[in-house]
Every structure is written in structure tokens, then in C-alpha cells.
Nanobody, 123 residues
Framework: QVHLVESGGGLVQAGGSLRLSCAAS????????MGWFRQAPGKEREFVAAISRSGSAYYADSVKGRFTISGDNAKNTYLQMNSLKPEDTAVYYC??????????????????WGQGTQVTVSS
């Protein structure tokens, strides 16, 4: 079992920044990658960013150049979000993946999820 807890969400004005954190506990030794996803009301959950055990990072086109994912040994994963836009408003979830692959954007490839943290960007 892996337990994930997100924090750092909140209300920010457009153009502002937030840093999300994801703390992992339990059997984290089997983690290959950590990802961030988000879900806005009435929309499907979408990929934001992922980082592999080796440190390779992957981003959705909508956040490239604005968001940065980082982490330390699968225990803590961070998402630095700059130049936030109203369309970034969503519940943000961190998730764990236990195997490698060529694509990290499918939520079905992640087996453990946090409870989510709300990010609201006002215009």
C-alpha cells in the first residue's frame, strides 16, 4: 500500500504562483514514477506532469514552460506552478505509477492516488 497526501492548494490571482506538495508513505520502494493530474468541474481528469525515478520529467502541452515537477526518492513530489491562468482551476491529484513506459499521461497506469487539493485561479 502507498498513501499519498497532497497539500499547497489555494486561491491565487491570475499570473500568480503556487507550489503543490505530495507526501508519500508506505511501500514507496516500488514506485517508478509520480504524476500530477487535475480535474475541473464537468471535465475528465487530465494529465499535468510526471517525473520518473531517474528524474525524467514529462508535461502536458498546456503547462509546459509554466509548471515544474520535482521530487526526492519518491517520498515527496512537488509541482511548482507559475503564471497561473483561470483555466488552471481544478482539483489537483498526485498519483503513483509502479512501472516504466513511453507515455505517462494515462490515469489508468497509476495505481495509488491522493485525495486531491483545490487550486482556484481568479481572473
Amino acid at each position: 500500500q502507498v498513501h499519498l497526501v497532497e497539500s499547497g492548494g489555494g486561491l491565487v490571482q491570475a499570473g500568480g504562483s503556487l507550489r503543490l506538495s505530495c507526501a508519500a508513505s508506505g511501500r514507496t520502494f516500488s514506485t517508478y514514477a509520480m504524476g500530477w493530474f487535475r480535474q475541473a468541474p464537468g471535465k475528465e481528469r487530465e494529465f499535468v506532469a510526471a517525473i520518473s525515478r531517474s528524474g525524467s520529467a514529462y508535461y502536458a502541452d498546456s503547462v509546459k514552460g509554466r509548471f515544474t515537477i520535482s521530487g526526492d526518492n519518491a517520498k515527496n513530489t512537488y509541482l511548482q506552478m507559475n503564471s497561473l491562468k483561470p483555466e488552471d482551476t481544478a482539483v489537483y491529484y498526485c498519483a503513483r505509477r509502479s512501472y516504466s513506459g513511453s507515455y505517462y499521461g494515462d490515469p489508468g497506469d497509476y495505481d495509488y492516488w491522493g485525495q486531491g487539493t483545490q487550486v482556484t485561479v481568479s481572473s
